[in-house]
C-alpha cells in the first residue's frame, strides 16, 4: 500500500506541512521548540528568544515556506527532467541564485551580467531572469526541489568542439526489469509473466540498442519488439542520427515505427532516459499490474501496490502520442483510461532545429495491409526570447500530412503550445484535421495549473490508417476530442489539494471521463489524505469481470472510489497506517505496517475487511536492494484464494574488467568505476548509490551528456586501514561514450606493538624507535607500548634505550591483515644487540 509520508512520495501525495513546521525543521532537536509554536497565531517570541534565537526569523516564515538563507542541497528539473542534486545559494528572502556551478549543471547559459558579486566568482549571482524573462522559477521547499521551466534558447549548446568531455570506450549492456503474479483461486489458477529486455553496446561513440518485451498471460506467449537501432552524434550537423527499427521523435509526427534513418536536433536526446512531463496516475483496489501503451507498443509494465499510484519518467516513444493506461488486478478486473498527449507536451518545448525522417512503415502484429516508403521532414525556429514555431510534411505515394507548431510564453508565467495537422488518404479520397492546445501556468506561489485540448475530424487519418478501408466501427472508435484540466494548490494551513480531470468523446458517441483527485495534510505527526477515482463513461457498455466471476473490481458497479488514509510514524522509518476505502457498494477498512530496515530492505505487513461480507485479506511486500539488483516480492490471501508476485530487474556491463552487475538500468551513456580492489564500497553516482564488487568495481548506470557529473565514495564505507588520495572526481562525458573511473587506494597497515626486554619487563617510556638507516619512527610510550603508522612487511627494528644501549625488535606481520581493523594488536622482545 502507498500511504502518503515525508519518505518517498512525491507530487499531490507529498504531506505539506504546516506553516510552522515548514522551514524550522532544522530547529526540531531544540527541547521544548514544538511547545514552542503556537499553531494559528505564528510564533512564541518569548520561547525563540528563550532558545538564543533572533525573534524577527518568525517574520521570514510567516507569510509562505521559503528555502533558508545559505547554500541548501536540491533536487533540480529543468524542463521536467531530474538533474539529481545540486548545491543551490538563496538569498536573504529565499531566492534562487543563479550561480556558475547551478548553471552549469543544469545546462543553462550563463549571462555576462551579475546581480550581485560573491565572495569568489564561483558564488556570484547572475541575471539570468534579465536575460530570459520567460523563465519559470518554482521552488518547492517541502519537497527540497527547484524546478525551472526555460526557453530553448537558453538551454547551452553541447560543447562540440571544445574536447573537454570523453569520447570512445568499448561495452556491453544488458537491462532486464522481470514481473509476474501466480493466483490460485476457486476457479482456476491465474499466471502472468512479463519480462523487458534491452541488449547493445557502446564502441566508438556509437550506441546500438535493441529492446522487446516477452509476455507470457494464462500460457499465452507473444513477443512485443520495439526497436533495434545504431546511433551517434554529428559533431559537424549538432544532430543525432539514428538508423534501424525506429520510432519518429518528429514533434509533428512522432511516434511512427519506420525501418529507416532520421536525424534531430541533438537537444531532442539531451533529457535524460525516462526525463519528460508525462504522469499517470491512478488508484489501486487491490495489487495491480499497470500496463502504459503508446503508439500501440507496451512502452511500460509495473506492479503496484493497493491505493494510489503516481508513475513519472515512463520511457516514451515521442512527446505527441496519447497514453492508453490500463490497470490490472490480480483477478483479471482491468480499468483503463487515456492520458492525452497534450497534456503532457506544452512545459518541454521541441529542441530548435531540423528533424528528418525516412523508412519503411513497419505493422504491428496483426495489422494487415502494405507497407509504404515514408519520409517526413520539419523544422522549428525560435522566435525571439519566449517563441518558437515549427513547420512540417510527412508523404507517401498515396498518403500525405502537413503540420505546425507554435509555443510561447506570455506574461513571463503562461506558456502555451498549440498544434494543428492535416491528413490526406488520395487512395480512399478523405481528408482531415486535428489541433491540439495546452496552457500551464503558476497561477500564483503555490498554484499550478494546466489546461489541454485536442480534436480532430471525421475524415482525419494517421499514416497507419492510409490507403485502409476501416468499418464503421472502426471509425465510431476513433476519438473526437480530448479535453484535460490540471490544478495542485499548496496552501501551508489548509493543506495540498490535487486535481486532475480528463474528458473524451467518440465519433460513435461514446463518452468516458476519468477525475483524480487528492487532498493532503499533516496534523502534528499524522499525515491524512483524502483520494477521489472516478471512472464514468466507456466502460459503462460493458462489464468488466474477473475470471474468477465475481464482481469484485467491476469497472461497471465500482466507477467512483473514495480513500481515507492516516499514516503515523513510530519512531525511525517505521511508520503505521490505517484506511477506509469505498467503491460502489464494497466498504473495506484496513491497517498496515510498513519500515524501512536499512538502504537494503523495505517490507509492508496489512490487513484489509470487506465491511458488508465480513471477510478480511492479508499481504506482504518486501523490496531488496542486495546492491547489485532490485527484487519485489509479495503473497497476499483473500476469500478467494492467494496471490505470489514479485519482481526482478536491474543490468549488467560486460566491459575489459570483467562483467559488473548494477540495480538500475544502464544508460546510453555510462561507465564503471574501481576503488582498487575493496568490495563493498559506496559510491555516488547521478543515477544513485551503487557499491563495489569482489573486484573493487561498480556501474556507472547513466552520465549526463555534455556536462559535469560527479562521482564520490562515501569514505565511510571504506575499511579502517584503507585511504583515498581523492574520494572525488568530476567528469564531462560525450554521449555514447564508455567512461572509466579509477580511484586510488591507499592502504595503511598500523600495529600497536607490546614490547619487553629479554626479562620480560616492558620497554621504558621514552625511548626512541629507529628504522631502517637508523631514521627515528616513534617513541615507546607507558607499559613497553609502541605504535608503528605503516607496517608494509615483517621488519626489525632498533629500540635505543636511556642507558645508551640497543636491542632489536622483530616485528611479524601475518601474510593477510584484516582490513576491518584500524589496527593490529602484536606483541615482541627486544633482544640484544
Request: proline content about 5%; charged content about 20%; overall charge neutral.
Amino acid at each position: 500500500m502507498i500511504v502518503p509520508s515525508a519518505r518517498g512520495i512525491t507530487g499531490p501525495f507529498r504531506p505539506c506541512k504546516s506553516r510552522l513546521f515548514i522551514g524550522f525543521a532544522a530547529l526540531w532537536g531544540l527541547p521544548g521548540m514544538t511547545a514552542a509554536l503556537e499553531l494559528g497565531e505564528g510564533f512564541d517570541l518569548a520561547a525563540l528568544t528563550t532558545h538564543g534565537i533572533d525573534p524577527q526569523v518568525s517574520d521570514y516564515f510567516r507569510s509562505a515556506a521559503r528555502f533558508r538563507e545559505g547554500i541548501q542541497v536540491v533536487g533540480l528539473r529543468v524542463n521536467g527532467n531530474p538533474l539529481g542534486l545540486v548545491d543551490a545559494r538563496f538569498d536573504s528572502q529565499g531566492g534562487l541564485c543563479f550561480t556558475p556551478g547551478l548553471l552549469e549543471k543544469a545546462g543553462l547559459v550563463k549571462p555576462g551580467e551579475i546581480l550581485r558579486e560573491g565572495a569568489t566568482p564561483d558564488q556570484a549571482c547572475h541575471d539570468f531572469l534579465g536575460s530570459f524573462p520567460a523563465t519559470m522559477v518554482r521552488l518547492r521547499p517541502g519537497t527540497d526541489e527547484v524546478a525551472l521551466v526555460v526557453p530553448t534558447q537558453a538551454l547551452r549548446d553541447p560543447e562540440w568542439e571544445s574536447g573537454h568531455f570523453s569520447r570512445g570506450g568499448t561495452a556491453a549492456l544488458f537491462n532486464y526489469d522481470v514481473l509476474g503474479y501466480d493466483s490460485h483461486s476457486r476457479s482456476g489458477p491465474t499466471r502472468f509473466v512479463s519480462a523487458y529486455t534491452e541488449a547493445g553496446f557502446n564502441l566508438d561513440d556509437w550506441i546500438v540498442r535493441s529492446r522487446q518485451f516477452y509476455v507470457s498471460d494464462n500460457g499465452q506467449t507473444r513477443t512485443e519488439h520495439l526497436h533495434a537501432y545504431a546511433q551517434r552524434d554529428i559533431a559537424a550537423l549538432q544532430s543525432t542520427f539514428q538508423m534501424g527499427q525506429l520510432s519518429s521523435n518528429n514533434p509533428l509526427f512522432g511516434g511512427i515505427q519506420l525501418s529507416g534513418l532520421q536525424f534531430s536536433p541533438d537537444g531532442q536526446s539531451r533529457a535524460p532516459a525516462g526525463g519528460n512531463n508525462a504522469v499517470v496516475e491512478g488508484l489501486a483496489q487491490s495489487q495491480s499490474r499497470v500496463e502504459v501503451r503508446q503508439s500501440g507498443v507496451l512502452i511500460h509494465s509495473t506492479l503496484v501496490p493497493e491505493g494510489p499510484f503516481r508513475l513519472t519518467g515512463v520511457p516514451l516513444l515521442n512527446g505527441t502520442s496519447d497514453l492508453d493506461v490500463s490497470v490490472i488486478d490480480v483477478r483479471g478486473a482491468r480499468r483503463s483510461f487515456v492520458v492525452p498527449a497534450a497534456s503532457f507536451a506544452g512545459a518541454a518545448p521541441a529542441a530548435p532545429g531540423y528533424y528528418f525522417s525516412v523508412g519503411q512503415l513497419r505493422r504491428s502484429a496483426g495489422e494487415e495491409g502494405p507497407s509504404p516508403v515514408v519520409a517526413m521532414g520539419s523544422g522549428t525556429w525560435g522566435l525571439g526570447r519566449d517563441a518558437s514555431a515549427g513547420f512540417g510534411l510527412l508523404s507517401t505515394e498515396d498518403y500525405w500530412a502537413a503540420g505546425g507548431t507554435l509555443s510561447s510564453v506570455f506574461f513571463q508565467r503562461v506558456s502555451v503550445s498549440a498544434r494543428h495537422n492535416l491528413s490526406r488518404d488520395s487512395h480512399k479520397a478523405v481528408s482531415g484535421s486535428r489541433s491540439s492546445v495546452s496552457v500551464s501556468s503558476p497561477v500564483v506561489a503555490n498554484i499550478d495549473v494546466n489546461v489541454s485540448a485536442t480534436t480532430q475530424t471525421r475524415g482525419y487519418r494517421e499514416v497507419t490508417e492510409a490507403g485502409r478501408s476501416l468499418r464503421g466501427d472502426e471509425l465510431n472508435s476513433h476519438f473526437k476530442n480530448h479535453y484535460t484540466a490540471g490544478m495542485s494548490w499548496a496552501e501551508p494551513t489548509l493543506g495540498i489539494f490535487s486535481l486532475n480531470y480528463t474528458r473524451s468523446a467518440q465519433f460513435g458517441g461514446q463518452t468516458s471521463e476519468h477525475v483524480f483527485v487528492s487532498w493532503n495534510k499533516s496534523f502534528g505527526r499524522a499525515d491524512v489524505a483524502l483520494i477521489a477515482d472516478s471512472q464514468v463513461g466507456g466502460s459503462r457498455t460493458r462489464r468488466d469481470t474477473p475470471l474468477d466471476g465475481s464482481r469484485r473490481g467491476s469497472a461497471l458497479d465500482n466507477d467512483l472510489s473514495l480513500r481515507l488514509q492516516v499514516s503515523v510514524p513510530l519512531g525511525g522509518d517505521r511508520r503505521v497506517s490505517s484506511f477506509t476505502s469505498r467503491r460502489g457498494d464494497h466498504f473495506t477498512a484496513g491497517t498496515a505496517l510498513s519500515e524501512r530496515v536499512n538502504e537494503y530492505v523495505n517490507y509492508d505487513v496489512g490487513i484489509e475487511r470487506d465491511m458488508r461480507s465480513r471477510e478480511q485479506s492479508v499481504r506482504a511486500q518486501v523490496d531488496l536492494l542486495p546492491r547489485y539488483t532490485q527484487v519485489g516480492l509479495g503473497v497476499s490471501r483473500d476469500p478467494l484464494g492467494t496471490s505470489y508476485t514479485g519482481q526482478l530487474r536491474g543490468g549488467a556491463v560486460a566491459h575489459e574488467g570483467g562483467v559488473t552487475f548494477s540495480p538500475y538500468s544502464v544508460q546510453d551513456t555510462f561507465g564503471v568505476v574501481s576503488v582498487g580492489d575493496i568490495g563493498s564500497a559506496k559510491v555516488q553516482t547521478p543515477q544513485g548509490p551503487v557499491w563495489t564488487d569482489f573486484n573493487g568495481q561498480a556501474v556507472i548506470a547513466g552520465l549526463p551528456a555534455y556536462t559535469n557529473s560527479r562521482v564520490e565514495v562515501q569514505t565511510q564505507s571504506l575499511p579502517k586501514r584503507v585511504d583515498l588520495k581523492n574520494g572525488t572526481q568530476v567528469l564531462a562525458a560525450g554521449r555514447g561514450s564508455f567512461n572509466t573511473v579509477d580511484f586510488d587506494v591507499v592502504k595503511v597497515r598500523r600495529m600497536l606493538v607490546t614490547a619487553s626486554d629479554q626479562h620480560g619487563r616492558p620497554l621504558p617510556q621514552g625511548a626512541s624507535v629507529l628504522g631502517k638507516g637508523n631514521r627515528f619512527l616513534t617513541s615507546v610510550v607507558g607499559e613497553g607500548m609502541i605504535f608503528l603508522n605503516d607496517v608494509t612487511e615483517s621488519q626489525s627494528l632498533r629500540v635505543s634505550l636511556p642507558d645508551s644501549s640497543t636491542c632489536l625488535l622483530h616485528i611479524d606481520a601475518e601474510a593477510k591483515p584484516d582490513n576491518d581493523k584500524f589496527y593490529e594488536a602484536a606483541s615482541a622482545v627486544c633482544r640484544g644487540d
